[in-house]
């Protein structure tokens, strides 16, 4: 089985419900904020994943907080497919869009490198001598989850849909996502109340769902990712936090007194 989830793990969650403007204060994360994730198959430990914002910085006299997304597998799985992939993204900190965009990721053999520049005055994407013309408001692979944890849960209802614009591999697509269902995990920390979203990738005219993924989002100030579950042909694959730092809130565990 090739072992492209970690990737997924860092992008499964893409979801919005309109585009705003914000300042740093106004955002559910800050500058340190560090993420940890153990990957398992079947049960089985595979790989780690790990989301930090690790600076600011001005790119095209633009504040930006530079995001790292990565992912390895455990030395164990190595040996059958080794994998290590990051992600890097410039976030804009007023619009929450990509400014830059680096790719670089080895699984197995196969290898790739990327850099994307952003120009979401004209709806532009600038990769090596080549310029592509992009949906408006568009995200990176990365961006995206940070964009999405802006979003508002107050009036967000079952079965509610939302789209948001993707420039992947030098290409654009539309993810929908489904807002499935409150729901409470057990984790590490204490019970967590969630969000539960499907996300659907277009293919060409149509959405498609072969891969069953849902996405679990702390339904507090921070959004979180607290859980990514897909489900292929030979299980289940899932992605859950296991520590962190430098939360900008405290962790709302509303129901962490309940005995098991």
């Not at 090739?2 to 106004?26: D, G, P």
């Not at 490198?113 to 532009?124: C, G, I, R, V």
Request: charged share 25%; net charge neutral; proline share 2%.
């Amino acid at each position: 089985m090739r072992l492209v989830f970690i990737k997924k793990i860092i992008f499964l969650l893409l979801f919005s419900k309109s585009f705003f403007c914000f300042s740093q204060n106004a955002l559910p994360y800050q500058l340190g904020e560090n993420l940890n994730y153990d990957i398992s198959f079947l049960g089985i430990n595979v790989g780690k994943a790990n989301l930090l914002i690790s600076s600011n910085e001005k790119i095209n006299n633009t504040d930006c907080f530079h995001i790292i997304g990565s992912g390895k597998t455990s030395p164990f799985f190595d040996i059958i497919f080794k994998v290590r992939d990051t992600y890097e993204t410039f976030l804009d900190t007023a619009t929450i869009l990509p400014t830059r965009f680096k790719r670089n990721i080895s699984e197995g053999g196969f290898k790739k490198k990327q850099l994307y520049d952003f120009n979401h005055t004209d709806s532009a994407v600038y990769v090596k001598d080549t310029l592509y013309q992009i949906l408006k408001s568009s995200q990176d692979m990365l961006s995206a989850l940070f964009f999405a944890r802006t979003f508002d849960a107050k009036d967000l209802k079952i079965n509610d849909k939302f789209i948001i614009p993707i420039f992947m591999d030098e290409e654009n697509y539309f993810l929908e996502i489904i807002y499935l269902e409150k729901d409470t995990l057990k984790t590490d920390f204490g019970y967590i109340e969630c969000l539960v979203f499907q996300p659907l990738m277009q293919e060409g005219r149509v959405f498609e769902n072969g891969e069953k993924m849902k996405v679990w989002i702390s339904n507090d100030k921070n959004h979180l990712l607290v859980k990514v579950e897909t489900l292929i042909w030979a299980g289940k694959i899932e992605a859950k936090l296991k520590s962190f730092k430098n939360l900008k809130y405290s962790l709302k565990l509303p129901l962490q007194d309940l005995e098991d």
